[in-house]
């Protein structure tokens, strides 16, 4: 089946660490795109990328790095420099561009020891 | 940025009873996307809408394109336990490129 995979599902991280979520996506979609969502705020774009080796900050970009190496995987690392990284981070694309009806991946849970 | 309100933030409702959402924003949309979450899983798209005053039904689910194109609703008729989530409304600006999301609408329905 197609779909978006994102490991792991549960993250653990120390203080002042860095940390990698993974994303890959099997639907030959061009775009992808990281949100941040905290309970009752919605969701929080913070980077998309719409081609291989592009990729444009969202609202809330401040403490977060991505990559967009192959087509199929969209990786975010979680800076030491985000203060409050304890969130549920989910992983989408969408087909040609930018718009288009984005599909999910399940999550990743990353909380702060 | 754009900013979508979505309203009820929350309902309480009987199995049975039928269900009634919406989103509203301050510009013109060319696209409305209705999504349901699942505890701990990611959005899944229910019903996608391009034209205005377009209504579109995924089983017990209508949503529509609202005919100004600055709103759209989400209706659940005849609601279910495992209808129990959180409803996000998502759309994109004529003018502009990327979506918006609504901060959803989160649904308990009692058995």
């Known amino acids: 089946d197609g779909g978006i995979t994102q490991s792991p599902k549960y993250l653990f991280r120390k203080e002042g660490q860095n940390v990698t979520l993974s994303c890959e996506q099997n639907?030959?979609?061009?775009?992808m795109y990281w949100y941040r969502q905290d309970p009752g705020q919605g969701l929080r774009l913070i980077y998309y990328?719409?081609?291989?080796?592009?990729?444009q900050k969202g609202d809330i970009a401040e403490g977060y790095s991505v990559s967009r190496e192959k087509k199929e995987s969209f990786p975010l690392t979680v800076t030491s420099a985000q203060k409050n990284p304890t969130a549920f981070y989910l992983c989408?694309?969408?087909?040609?561009?930018?718009?288009?009806?984005?599909?999910f991946g399940d999550g990743t849970r990353l909380s702060i020891l | 940025g754009q900013q979508l309100n979505q309203s009820p933030q929350s309902m309480f409702i009987q199995e049975g009873e039928d269900v009634s959402m919406n989103c509203t924003s301050s510009?013109?949309?060319?696209?409305w996307l209705w999504y349901k979450q699942d505890p701990g899983e990611g959005p899944v798209l229910l019903i996608a809408l391009y034209k205005a005053g377009e209504l579109t039904s995924n089983g017990r689910l209508t949503a529509q394109f609202g005919i100004t194109r600055k709103d759209s609703f989400l209706n659940i008729s005849a609601s279910i336990p495992s209808d129990v989530g959180i409803y996000f409304c998502?759309?994109?600006?004529?003018?502009?490129?990327?979506?918006?999301f609504g901060e959803g609408t989160q649904l308990t329905v009692n058995p």
């Open positions: 990328s719409q081609i291989v080796n592009d990729f």
């Open positions: 510009s013109i949309f060319n696209t």
């Open positions: 989408a694309s969408s087909r040609c561009r930018v718009g288009q009806p984005q599909h």
């Open positions: 639907l030959n979609h061009d775009a």
């Open positions: 998502a759309g994109k600006e004529t003018s502009g490129s990327r979506l918006t």
